[in-house]
């Protein structure tokens, strides 16, 4: 994409936003997708919130005041659906805090596009335990690769918070991460010693 | 707006540490569906009219003036130019005889006779004619309850 601000005025521009859109469709999609999937769980609950997602963005984009970049404009806007769609599903279910890291692993295994081996599931399983909070800037920081700025106006919470908040979350997981690698290699010996 | 990852390196992240993956060719199907989405939006969109608060509040004021006149020419009367049934009644009711012989005559108009009289009226007629009349039909039916009384009593 050429210079933010052209492409937000091609965006703005009646005869040129369609391609624009299609544009930022491609840039966006999987980054937004996988964004949201993180936090929504199943492939279909992504899907509608996708949607869902893109829809406020092309609604919203003669309101956008280029107060932030667009990348966050449209990590925001896909968080912040996510959430909505979250509550409301608590809202549903009635859902206490104790149930929501059941409800994850639940989700997960529910989906028939969870295609994990036991290592992976393992590491999910440590993600469900996590506070919900702590689970999304790890995920951000992680799996989506932004940077601590952009969570910041994402999430409204202060840089230096995150940053502590993500540097325990590695820490935690990967000391629980090594024991389960060592509890599968001991599993591995002992089932390759009784064949 | 460069991001380190690129689309197929989020693909594989995805997979290889959360075991999570997606059906064939769903970002392309679901590319064109938000695009049909986004063209149905275009086709349907109105003029949003509602966001000027200031046309919609005169549009708002000159529709129900327009009702208002054409529907209901009766609906702001002047002392002048009053329409015949409400001149004719308030005439009528000028006259506070007439009014208590509407009341004498027929009681189901009680009601609608009280709407143009004086509260002090409507008291005074009430006193004067309501309880009385509840007073003599209290009193015949305490008559009529003597005369069972005595019948029984002789009977025995």
């Not at chain 2, 002392?79 to 189901?108: A, G, H, M, R």
């Not at chain 2, 309501?130 to 029984?152: C, H, Y």
């Amino acid at each position: 994409m050429k210079s933010e601000t052209d492409f937000i005025n091609r965006l703005l521009n009646e005869k040129k936003k369609d391609k624009a859109f299609k544009e930022l469709l491609d840039f966006y999609q999987k980054r937004l997708y996988w964004h949201i999937r993180k936090l929504v769980i199943t492939h279909e609950n992504a899907n509608d919130v996708l949607q869902n997602t893109f829809l406020r963005v092309y609604k919203s984009l003669p309101k956008f005041k280029q107060q932030s970049s667009l990348h966050t404009w449209m990590f925001k806007i896909a968080y912040n659906e996510s959430i909505r769609f979250l509550n409301n599903e608590k809202k549903k279910k009635n859902e206490s805090l104790d149930d929501i890291s059941k409800t994850y692993l639940n989700n997960l295994t529910s989906d028939s596009f969870f295609e994990g081996d036991e290592v992976q599931f393992k590491l999910q399983q440590i993600l469900a335990e996590l506070p919900e909070k702590h689970r999304h800037i790890f995920q951000m920081k992680y799996f989506d690769d932004l940077k601590f700025k952009e969570m910041e106006a994402i999430l409204e919470i202060k840089e230096g918070t995150l940053k502590t908040s993500y540097y325990a979350t590695v820490k935690h997981i990967k000391e629980n991460m090594l024991n389960i690698e060592l509890f599968s290699k001991k599993k591995v010996q002992l089932l390759t010693t009784n064949t | 707006m460069n991001s380190k990852k690129n689309n197929i390196d989020l693909d594989k992240t995805h997979k290889n540490d959360l075991g999570l993956g997606v059906p064939e060719n769903y970002f392309s199907t679901s590319k064109n569906e938000l695009l049909s989405k986004i063209a149905s939006e275009n086709r349907t969109k109105v003029i949003p009219i509602y966001q000027n608060k200031f046309i919609w509040f005169v549009a708002a004021g000159i529709a129900l003036l327009v009702a208002l006149t054409v529907f209901k020419q009766d609906m702001f009367p002047s002392i002048d130019k009053n329409p015949s049934i409400v001149s004719d009644t308030v005439n009528k009711f000028q006259n506070l005889e007439l009014v208590y012989d509407l009341f004498n005559t027929d009681k189901q108009d009680i009601t609608v006779a009280s709407l143009f009289m004086n509260d002090s009226e409507i008291s005074n007629y009430v006193a004067n004619n309501i309880i009385e009349e509840l007073l003599i039909d209290e009193e015949i039916d305490s008559f009529i309850l003597e005369d069972i009384l005595n019948e029984e009593l002789n009977m025995n």
